[in-house]
């Protein structure tokens, strides 16, 4: 029986590098991600909406909870921005665990609306 391959092979250890660069890996990969998918993607389903209004299966209301989501997201985003990411980088990163909480919080009910 061959043994098993970690899984973080071939995967990023995050935790091995700096803080500083996990925060610019989060700001490049994920909040300018969703910044440029959002919109598209909102755009996509409000068309959807609009051209298939007679159909009975088309998702109505999706277009109103992605702009919900969106707004929800880039409010949670900021607050990374302006408070949390900026208290790490100046080394208060001990006095983030309100923040943190908050924010974790935060990720489990996007995940429930993404559901």
Not at 42 to 70: I, N, S
Not at 94 to 113: R, Y
Request: hydrophobic share 40%.
């Amino acid at each position: 029986i061959a043994a098993e391959e970690p899984r973080t092979q071939g995967f990023e250890r995050w935790d091995e590098k700096p803080l500083p660069a996990l925060i610019d890996h989060i700001l490049a990969r994920y909040h300018e991600g969703h910044r440029r998918e959002v919109p598209r993607l909102l755009a996509m389903a409000e068309k959807v909406e609009e051209v298939h209004a007679d159909h009975p299966e088309v998702p109505r209301g999706l277009a109103t909870h992605l702009r919900r989501m969106g707004q929800e997201l880039e409010d949670h985003m900021g607050k990374e921005e302006v408070v949390l990411f900026p208290m790490i980088r100046s080394g208060r990163g001990s006095f983030a665990m309100g923040p943190v909480q908050v924010m974790e919080l935060e990720h489990l009910d996007h995940a429930v609306n993404l559901e």
